[in-house]
């Protein structure tokens, strides 16, 4: 094969009415309305800006400065920059209303390689993410489990840290408080002075197998529990905003930017995270009854509603408690004890918990779907993507979205797949505003349900506010950009040395 025929196969793309097709003859059950897409992109957005980044956004990391009070700039930032892509996602996903998300675009405008690498960063975006969630739900599940501790056995309130940490965690809090790691951790010894410490988080590991159970059983039931959840999580949040503001002293408000524009793009970065909801919403496509309606309305009405939460949350959090008090894993339950109301933070964590379940429960949702889709496009096994035949799910990718977050949550750290998540959503952001203006070209007459206004403006701005947010992190030469790179030169390999070839092999 030569070198053009190599180029040609890169570039070659998929017709949009192929893929229409596709989501038309798709076995998957159509059982989503409006109302069920909602409340999975309220589950996604709000679980995770609220109950696990603010916190980090306000006071500040290790790998950047905090925002403080001036994080509410920094989420009206990262919701502009999301208001110009979910107008884009709302056009191409009224238009192809298929499985796969960015992938499946990408697959209809840049081509088979360009497609590849988007499904490799989603799986980057969703599965990565899932484990940070998985992660912040343990720790919540642990302080909810303390206040039993007069009712429940010592060592399932306190159990030992190794049953509640990855290996790499266990590793920097020894570091940190001077611990020997051999009394904090179980070793096996092996031949030739070899051992491997074992720390397994229990917690994470227990959910997310619960949550793949439910998954393979229906999205419909999947959905049912997520309204519960969400139904809990904006009952604590708006009491959190009506309590709090009672509480809330101007001064707390001072300095409002600590760190300049510096900690406020710092902040509108880390805050993006959450934002990976209305993407998830797109991932349900071929199981929602209408999507050529639903979808533009459920994404614009998560990415609205969402905002104005986090907005009046940022105010009352940064009112009530000063700056160099912010707790960074648990802001809101630790805000409510900081005024001694010690029995509404512990609802809060209550609530903290069923917000978290529906974060992850959405984002395996999307893992699937994403891997679904390549899978039917030949860039995986397709034996990998046989429906149930009881439940008209595809269980086989549920299961291998489930293990691979629960492999992972062994020794992923959770700041850096926090950022490595958000890496990933800029980029498919940047792809579907991209796509947009390519198939306004390519497809000018095709029905569009739904219409970006102002194009090409407004797919324009997307693509320059993600970017700038992303260089901004490139600049700072964090760890969590070097491992992006790497993520995507481990995609480049495994397409070279598999995936090409088995598209060729499949006749594609």
Not at 2 to 27: A, H, M
Not at 255 to 284: H, K, M, Q, R
Not at 374 to 386: E, G, H, V, W
């Amino acid at each position: 094969m030569n070198l053009r025929q190599v180029l040609d196969n890169l570039l070659k793309c998929k017709s949009p009415q192929e893929l229409i097709d596709e989501g038309v003859n798709s076995e998957l059950k159509k059982t989503l309305n409006v109302f069920d897409l909602i409340v999975i992109g309220i589950g996604a957005v709000v679980g995770t800006g609220i109950f696990t980044i603010i916190g980090s956004a306000v006071a500040g990391s290790t790998d950047g400065a905090g925002a403080g009070s001036a994080v509410v700039i920094s989420m009206i930032l990262a919701g502009i920059a999301s208001v110009f892509s979910a107008l884009s996602y709302s056009e191409i996903a009224a238009m192809m209303p298929v499985a796969g998300s960015a992938y499946t675009y990408t697959y209809a405008t840049m081509g088979e390689f360009m497609a590849w690498m988007v499904g490799w960063i989603l799986m980057l975006e969703y599965a990565i993410g899932n484990i940070t969630v998985a992660s912040a739900w343990t720790g919540y599940f642990v302080q909810f489990l303390k206040g039993f501790k007069h009712i429940l056995p010592a060592f399932v309130v306190n159990c030992p840290l190794w049953l509640r940490n990855d290996y790499r965690t266990m590793y920097e809090l020894c570091n940190k408080y001077g611990w020997d790691v051999h009394d904090k951790m179980p070793f096996i010894n092996l031949p030739f002075g070899i051992d491997i410490p074992i720390a397994i988080n229990i917690p994470a590991v227990a959910i997310v197998l619960i949550l793949t159970i439910l998954l393979v059983k229906g999205v419909k039931e999947s959905t049912k529990v997520a309204t519960i959840m969400v139904g809990v999580n904006m009952f604590i949040i708006l009491s959190f905003i009506v309590v709090g503001a009672f509480y809330v002293k101007p001064e707390n408000w001072l300095p409002f930017a600590p760190n300049g524009l510096e900690g406020i793009f710092t902040g509108a970065f880390v805050i993006f995270f959450a934002y990976i909801g209305f993407d998830a919403i797109s991932t349900t496509a071929e199981e929602t009854k209408n999507p050529q309606r639903d979808l533009p309305i459920a994404i614009m009405g998560t990415l609205v509603l969402c905002t104005i939460l986090y907005i009046f949350v940022a105010l009352v959090l940064t009112g009530v408690v000063p700056l160099n008090a912010i707790d960074t894993q648990a802001p809101l339950a630790h805000a409510m004890r900081f005024v001694g109301i010690n029995w509404y933070a512990g609802l809060i964590s209550a609530g903290a918990l069923c917000a978290l379940t529906s974060v992850l429960l959405i984002y395996q949702l999307g893992t699937t779907r994403i891997l679904f889709a390549m899978s039917r496009d030949n860039f995986l096994p397709r034996s990998l993507n046989k429906i149930h035949k009881k439940f008209k799910t595809p269980h086989i990718m549920t299961w291998i979205s489930g293990l691979i977050v629960i492999i992972c949550a062994l020794f992923m750290d959770l700041n850096i797949s926090a950022e490595l998540c958000n890496f990933g959503t800029f980029t498919s952001f940047i792809i579907i505003c991209i796509a947009v203006l390519i198939l306004r070209k390519t497809e000018p007459d095709r029905e569009r349900p739904f219409k970006v206004p102002f194009c090409p403006w407004f797919p324009i701005f997307g693509i320059v506010t993600c970017l700038g947010l992303m260089y901004c992190k490139f600049s700072a030469k964090s760890t969590s950009a070097l491992y992006f790179i790497v993520w995507l030169l481990i995609g480049v390999a495994i397409y070279a040395s598999y995936s090409y070839q088995e598209k060729r092999r499949a006749g594609d």
